[in-house]
């Protein structure tokens, strides 16, 4: 039963009453148990908050019904208890601006110097190790732990209060200090703990993993980086699971309205939050950019020994008065900034290539690698361009390679490190998917799979695009989903999604791994609400080649119907002005297409533009 369409509860009967509090009762078990225990909304906050009203209403009023361990008790207030509430920061938690190298360090200190119009003046600094893990905020009142949140927006951050109180790291009582006191630092996840969780045996020393098959075959949960780790771990709504994942952290700031804690500068802050019986980060007092630089290198060459993840160094002037002057530009300080370590570069193999074919066809090579661990992140696979870099890197499978990898940044093939094969890869020459004969577009770069309304791998890609939240948005259909679904043959175009409801075979579902009678429900609810959908959003998912969200908005504003789009000429489209001649043209050869018409007439029987 749909969660808004609750009977009266005037009308409703005390038999009726137990039938469906024990649904109810059910259903919240299986919710909860899905959002607390593996991180997945099934349904929105306010569906949830919905079923919960629902059940203290039938409890109040035949409270016969309720039992003396109600869930309605169990978990906070009945209303939103599956949400972190809000924090403002009293001053905003921004971040640090970046540098590469010793100019845009030199380039740094001059700009402060300028802005404190002395050309002369000499800092001096404190050098620190830059954690790579999620900010954090601690307000104690007269020395007692009462609030900890996350950085969010730099504004307002989340409450982990309860989550916080777990960590060993963070001490909950600081002594008799009056007033409110607040500390700022890293919280992180050290490598062996973030190794054993993710149930991998990697030999950090020459970075190569052992133990394969435990990689590919392990079904627990894995996190890609430690900092994503830190942040999944932190931010669970049972702190119980806080406490299992040994959460560390290394404080750097501290700020009070105490008259007795006034440290002067930032090596003062450290020592104050040692005595504190915090953790500081790494640091060092110095007096000019070239210690800095040295203070670089030196963490560089011992960073492979540290048990967590740093990405660089931050240069903070020391003096507290002097960053105070220079305060602020945009969401960085002019008094601190990071300096970033060059990209890392590590040896791999390549065990094999895959081939993707993409929604429009588009085939990408990605070569699959002997997994390694680049900077806390599992590097298993590289996206390559196309083929040609395949061919201008004269790549084979079983060489050893160089990968790099750089922050944030996708990794990379630089180069050959010891060829070990001379059987050039294989450019095929047919779909892997479905065997079609392969066509080379824009300079033979691009090779692609015509067969776009059978190639079992475009209509998968196709069908997963259609429900994204793009286009369709419908809650639950992923691409494990899908797949699923397709090799059930339950659905094999996206209109099929829409015929799911009334197909009986769906029951097949009812029993499989993963599914089950709530999911079903739930993705039949979820289809049902995506029926409505916006023409820019409609556009969106007729899935036309360079044809994305942005540019669906301007078509829709200007044809204000499907109609009046599909029956478009040339002329027409000539007034969208984001729409170039490579656009117009495959606009026109998409509406040419009769198959794309039907598609279109057929879809419109089961859902409405609006
Ligand atoms: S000082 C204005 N010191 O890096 C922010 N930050 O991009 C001043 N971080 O948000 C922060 N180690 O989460 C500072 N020793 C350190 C740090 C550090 C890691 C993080 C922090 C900050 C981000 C800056």
Not at 311 to 336: A, Y
Not at 435 to 449: Q, R, S
Not at 461 to 476: H, N, P, T, V
């Amino acid at each position: 039963m749909s969660s808004n369409k609750f009977k009266s509860i005037e009308d409703l009967t005390i038999l009726e009453a137990n039938n469906e509090l024990k649904k109810l009762i059910k259903d919240i078990k299986y919710y909860d148990d899905m959002y607390y225990n593996k991180n997945k909304s099934l349904i929105s906050d306010a569906e949830y908050d919905k079923l919960r009203l629902r059940l203290n209403e039938i409890e109040n009023k035949y409270p016969i019904l309720k039992s003396n361990n109600s869930i309605a008790n169990k978990i906070g207030s009945p209303v939103n208890c599956n949400k972190f509430l809000q924090v403002e920061h009293s001053t905003p938690m921004l971040s640090l601006a970046n540098t590469f190298n010793k100019e845009d360090v030199y380039k740094f200190i001059e700009k402060a110097k300028k802005y404190l119009k002395s050309k002369d003046e000499t800092f001096d600094y404190c050098f620190e190790q830059k954690i790579d893990g999620v900010s954090l905020s601690i307000i104690y009142n007269n020395g007692k732990l009462y609030k900890a949140s996350t950085r969010g927006d730099g504004y307002i951050g989340e409450d982990v209060t309860n989550n916080v109180l777990q960590i060993k790291d963070i001490p909950q009582y600081i002594g008799d200090i009056n007033g409110e006191l607040e500390v700022r630092g890293e919280i992180y996840m050290p490598i062996s703990t973030f190794n054993k969780l993710n149930n991998k045996y990697i030999n950090k020393c020459n970075n190569i993993l052992l133990n394969n098959d435990l990689f590919i075959n392990s079904k627990k949960e894995k996190f890609s980086t430690t900092r994503n780790a830190a942040s999944g771990s932190l931010r669970q709504l049972d702190p119980l699971i806080t406490a299992s994942r040994n959460l560390r952290f290394f404080a750097y700031y501290i700020s009070s309205n105490n008259n007795i804690l006034t440290p002067k500068t930032q090596i003062e802050v450290l020592e104050l939050l040692k005595k504190l019986k915090f953790n500081v980060c790494d640091y060092e007092h110095g007096n000019s950019i070239e210690q800095f630089i040295d203070y670089c290198n030196r963490i560089q060459e011992i960073r492979r020994d540290l048990d967590y993840e740093i990405d660089g160094t931050v240069l903070k002037i020391n003096s507290l008065e002097i960053q105070n002057k220079l305060g602020f530009v945009g969401r960085n300080p002019r008094h601190s900034v990071a300096y970033k370590f060059p990209a890392v570069k590590v040896v791999t193999s390549i065990k094999d290539i895959e081939v993707n074919v993409g929604r429009t066809g588009k085939l990408t090579p990605v070569a699959i690698l002997l997994p390694v661990n680049i900077q806390g992140s599992i590097i298993s696979k590289v996206t390559l361009h196309n083929f040609n870099e395949i061919i201008n890197k004269k790549l084979a499978i079983g060489d050893e390679i160089i990968i790099e990898k750089s922050g944030d940044v996708i990794p990379k093939i630089v180069c050959i490190n010891n060829k070990k094969n001379n059987n050039p890869i294989h450019i095929p020459s047919n779909c892997p998917y479905c065997g079609t004969e392969l066509v080379k577009m824009d300079n033979y770069i691009d090779i692609f799979c015509p067969n776009h309304y059978s190639c079992p791998e475009q209509v998968v890609r196709y069908i997963i695009y259609f429900a994204s939240k793009q286009c369709f948005d419908i809650e639950g259909l992923g691409s494990k989903q899908v797949n699923e679904l397709y090799n059930m043959s339950l659905i094999e175009s996206p209109i099929d999604i829409f015929k799911l409801e009334n197909n009986q075979d769906i029951n097949i579902l009812l029993n499989k791994d993963g599914w089950g009678d709530v999911s079903v429900k739930n993705l039949l609810i979820a289809i049902n609400r995506s029926k409505e959908i916006t023409l820019s959003k409609f556009i969106t998912a007729l899935g036309i080649n360079d044809i994305g969200g942005t540019i669906a908005i301007d078509i829709a504003n200007y044809y204000k119907t499907i109609d009046n789009f599909i029956n478009t000429n040339q002329k027409e489209l000539l007034n969208i002005k984001k729409l170039g001649e490579k656009r117009i043209n495959t606009i026109l050869h998409f509406i040419n297409n009769a198959i794309n018409i039907n598609f279109i007439k057929e879809l419109k029987k089961y859902i409405k533009i609006v």
